[in-house]
């Protein structure tokens, strides 16, 4: 059976990573943070120090780096992620093993992205964050333009040319574009025979993750069932893309502090300090939403896994860091593996494929976080959501989640195109972009610790 031994890539590498971890990255990363929004505020609007046509050029500058580091993570998301999950599943021979942990692991994402989605609606209801934000045409220029959102999604590397991450045919990951629950019926049997793809390598240039993901699956189970001697060499390559993607993540690493603080520091000058005010009250919202779910994973942890929580916790501190810092799933993978199978005393053949699996299917802190953000949208538009529409809205989440790209800021992609297919207006999107960066780093240490949780449950040894 081929496992990640200490010898190999993935180990050598997560050794790398982690004297990173232990250099701080958090620290820098928080610390950069406030010094950007207080450089944002410096040259934004409201204090008017500086010119905002040379304030654009100087945040424009300033966010450099972190323009730099999105894309070099957008790069090599599909070659890490192809295979991670193919030599996840081709390492091992236990087909029957492998079709139980599958199987549980779809029904742990479908239960933990319902959870946290209920958390999110009930969160953006209690709290009402829309209600502190009104929306005006001085505010949103100020944040950005519909044209400047339009040319910033026609250029991201996450985003197809002809939409918000939408597919052919109208739809979202394979999701079909409905607005009422009978239409997502209807459409049931297309949308599955339309998860498998065509052409895999037109799924990955359009970025249709989903499809992306299954090809992985479906090739990776394919090696599992064939004798590891024939499959060898492909593994051996494998093992050398991922070694060079996780080397490409560690040089985007250095540039984590700069690529915060650049990011940082533009969205505060663009959004000012009332509209940064009031957003305020949305990132506490989905920030206490966040820490709902993460107590939600240490009482599975506690019940499930039959472990001290607190000791969890300590545990997988490193990869959480690391997970904020970077803000994508896939750059943490090899740590993650490592600490489930080293620390954790997770079964090495659970961990190599719940971890890369994870990084695209388990999105539980994004989900919640989208719940929180379609409310808001609703809230700030004057529209009260009924029961009917609030399950719908979970239900779309919890198709929309999987298969969504590891990677810095897809969570806005995903959203433009679930609030549109909800008839929710999408004017304060570009309100939810300038804080985007604050949450982003926060959901992305939450959905890791959700990989790890499946690991402990699904993965004893």
Not at 55 to 84: C, D, H, K, Q, Y
Not at 140 to 153: A, F, G, P
Not at 199 to 215: D, Q, T, Y
Request: include cysteine.
């Amino acid at each position: 059976m081929f496992f990640f031994h200490p010898k190999d890539p993935f180990s050598r590498l997560t050794n790398k990573l982690e004297m990173i971890i232990k250099g701080r990255l958090w620290l820098q990363a928080i610390l950069a943070l406030a010094l950007g929004v207080v450089a944002g505020i410096f040259m934004g609007p409201d204090l008017g120090f500086m010119d905002p046509a040379r304030a654009a050029v100087i945040t424009s500058w300033l966010a450099l780096p972190g323009e730099l580091f999105l894309r070099l993570i957008a790069m090599v998301l599909i070659p890490l992620l192809v295979a991670s999950i193919i030599r996840g599943l081709g390492g091992s021979n236990d087909i029957k093993k492998l079709r139980s942990i599958g199987l549980k692991f779809f029904a742990y994402i479908i239960c933990t992205t319902i959870v946290a989605s209920t958390i999110g609606l009930t969160m953006a209801n209690l709290v009402q964050p829309g209600k502190y934000v009104h929306l005006s045409g001085t505010e949103l220029s100020s944040s950005e333009s519909d044209q400047e959102r339009t040319n910033r999604e026609a250029s991201s590397p996450l985003v197809r040319r002809d939409g918000l991450g939408r597919g052919e045919q109208g739809q979202i990951n394979g999701i079909p574009e409905s607005k009422n629950g009978m239409e997502i019926v209807e459409a049931l049997p297309s949308s599955i025979v339309n998860l498998i793809p065509e052409n895999p390598l037109r799924s990955a240039l359009e970025g249709e993750m989903l499809g992306v993901v299954i090809f992985s699956i479906i090739i990776g189970i394919a090696f599992a069932v064939r004798s590891n001697k024939k499959i060898e060499p492909l593994l051996g390559l494998l093992d050398g893309i991922l070694e060079v993607c996780m080397t490409i993540v560690k040089w985007a690493l250095i540039l984590v502090p700069f690529a915060v603080f650049g990011l940082i520091a533009r969205m505060a000058s663009q959004v000012g300090v009332v509209t940064l005010l009031g957003m305020g009250v949305y990132v506490l919202t989905v920030l206490g939403g966040l820490l709902i779910l993460l107590i939600f994973y240490y009482l599975v942890i506690l019940i499930f896994g039959r472990r001290n929580p607190f000791v969890f916790i300590k545990q997988i501190a490193p990869v959480q860091l690391l997970a904020f810092s970077t803000s994508s799933s896939a750059a943490v993978i090899p740590v993650s593996i490592k600490k489930a199978e080293d620390d954790l005393d997770v079964n090495p053949e659970t961990a190599e494929v719940i971890v890369p699996l994870g990084a695209t299917m388990n999105m539980d802190g994004t989900a919640l976080y989208q719940s929180v953000a379609l409310l808001f949208l609703a809230q700030i538009s004057g529209i009260d959501l009924s029961i009917m529409q609030m399950s719908l809205v979970v239900l779309t989440l919890v198709l929309s989640s999987i298969g969504a790209p590891a990677t810095p800021g897809v969570g806005m992609v995903i959203l433009g195109s679930v609030a549109a297919n909800l008839g929710i207006p999408t004017a304060g999107l570009a309100l939810i972009f300038g804080v985007d960066r604050i949450i982003d780093m926060c959901r992305t240490a939450v959905n890791v610790t959700g990989d790890l949780t499946a690991c402990v449950v699904l993965g004893k040894k």
